[in-house]
Structures are given as C-alpha cells and as structure tokens.
C-alpha cells in the first residue's frame, strides 16, 4: 500500500528537479577555477593518509 506514495514523493522531488532554476554563485565559480588555475589544488601538495602508493600503476588493465 505504501508504493503509490512513495512514487509519488518520487515524482514530485523528480519533477523539482527538472523545471527548478538554480541559483548560480558566478563568483564563487570564478574564485574557484582561478585557485586550480594558479596550482592552489595541486596533487602534489595535498596530504593523503589514505595513499598506500599504487594509484599511479596501471596493472595492465585495457
């Protein structure tokens, strides 16, 4: 019985979704294409404590 409601909210959140007109922070955007740009994000100054080494070996897979 709880299948139509759920469809439902499911519709209703899709259809939001689809006609909705986000808000858009253009300089927000620009600060932050301008940080990569000038190497701010770089891989190699980023700290992994997760990085056991083998992200940059390819293990022969096509």
């Keep these: 019985m709880g299948r139509g409601r759920a469809k439902a ?16 922070d253009i300089e927000a955007l620009q600060r ?3 940080a990569s740009e000038s190497g701010e994000w770089s891989n190699e100054d980023r700290d992994d404590s997760h990085d056991d080494g083998y992200d940059d070996y390819d293990y022969g897979r096509r």
């Design 32 to 34: 932050e294409l301008s």
């Design 9 to 24: 909210k499911q519709t209703k959140v899709a259809r939001e979704l689809k006609y909705s007109s986000p808000s858009m």
